[in-house]
């Protein structure tokens, strides 16, 4: 993935000033070729808001739920392993 793609400040305004009256963000977003989200970025630093920091809790129990699910993920590919072994050494002894 790139990085994102810069818009100038006419692009911005125009698609500002759209939104104000539309009914349909997504239609909108669509319609100028960007994403819904971006549209909103735009409105938040036409506003000149931040985006909120994400807390140090919320980062850690995201890192742990990513270990957790790559863990589960390697114990299921280490269990079908071992049954493909297993199964191989059953056709071994039966010839």
């Not at 939104?19 to 036409?46: H, N, P």
């Not at 863990?71 to 010839?95: G, H, P």
Request: with cysteine; hydrophobic share 35%; proline share 4%.
């Amino acid at each position: 993935m790139g990085r994102p793609r810069k818009y100038d400040e006419e692009f911005r305004q125009t698609a500002l000033e759209r939104m104000k009256g539309c009914q349909d963000v997504t239609g909108l977003a669509l319609e100028l070729g960007i994403s819904r989200c971006q549209l909103y970025r735009f409105q938040r630093e036409a506003l000149g808001l931040k985006p909120k920091p994400k807390p140090e809790a919320w980062l850690k129990e995201k890192t742990d739920e990513r270990q957790r699910r790559r863990i589960a993920e390697l114990e299921r590919l280490m269990a079908r392993q071992a049954l493909e072994l297993d199964f191989q050494d059953t056709r071994l002894y039966r010839v």
